[in-house]
T-cell receptor, first 113, second 115 residues
Framework: EAQVTQNPRYLITVTGKKLTVTCSQN?????MSWYRQDPGLGLRQIYY???????DKGDVPEGYKVSRKEKRNFPLILESPSPNQTSLYFC????????????FGSGTRLTVV | AQSVTQLGSHVSVSEGALVLLRCNYS??????LFWYVQYPNQGLQLLLK??????LVKGINGFEAEFKKSETSFHLTKPSAHMSDAAEYFC?????????????FGTGTRLKVLA
């Protein structure tokens, strides 16, 4: 089944403890992106990647890092999480030639205490 | 700069009634426009998209939307609501010339369907 898989689905952590949220897609998509969803704010883009080793900042990149060493994986790294990063996170991917057809993962609900 | 406004964060309709979810956009270039649906505890699923072809776009689950340039709108409609339509709906806009493929999402409209 074609899908974007995020792990974990739920995570509670403490301030300052480094964490990684994984994202993997099995559709050979070149383009991958991370969004955060907050009530009343919709979805905002954190980082995106056009292909392996090509990443760029979105609208709210502060406090996040990403890497794209393989085409299928696009992990989101929080080096020192803070409570304002408590949010629902989504990974999405698409073909560049059909870049208007995102496939979204099921989301990761992160709580930083 | 692009932006999207969804009027009404919550909309309630009776089962069988018309569904109308409003979306207005602002863009300096002809935009691409999208509607996504999010069911509880799930990711977003593409309902339909406008990419400068026909102005009336048909999507999945009986939904459709009409691009009206003069009104800068892209409202989502469905003639008859089903209980299974209860979800949150997001309108999004993108600049097809930007090269970044970034979406600007609206803040969402939660649809409630009353029995």
């Amino acid at each position: 089944e074609a899908q974007v898989t995020q792990n974990p689905r739920y995570l509670i952590t403490v301030t300052g403890k480094k964490l990684t949220v994984t994202c993997s897609q099995n559709m050979n998509h070149e383009y991958m992106s991370w969004y955060r969803q907050d009530p009343g704010l919709g979805l905002r883009q954190i980082y995106y990647s056009m292909n392996v080793e090509v990443t760029d900042k979105g609208d709210v990149p502060e406090g996040y890092k990403v890497s794209r060493k393989e085409k299928r994986n696009f992990p989101l790294i929080l080096e020192s999480p803070s409570p304002n990063q408590t949010s629902l996170y989504f990974c999405a991917s698409s073909f560049v030639r059909d870049r208007w057809g995102y496939t979204f993962g099921s989301g990761t609900r992160l709580t930083v205490v | 700069a692009q932006s999207v406004t969804q009027l009404g964060s919550h909309v309630s309709v009776s089962e069988g009634a018309l569904v109308l979810l409003r979306c207005n956009y602002s863009s300096s270039v002809p935009p691409y426009l999208f509607w996504y649906v999010q069911y509880p505890n799930q990711g977003l699923q593409l309902l339909l998209k406008y990419t400068s072809a026909a102005t009336l776009v048909k999507g999945i689950n009986g939904f459709e939307a009409e691009f009206k340039k003069s009104e800068t709108s892209f409202h989502l409609t469905k003639p008859s609501a089903h209980m299974s339509d209860a979800a949150e709906y997001f309108c999004a806009v993108s600049d097809p010339t930007s090269g970044t493929y970034k979406y600007i999402f609206g803040t969402g409209t939660r649809l409630k369907v009353l029995a």
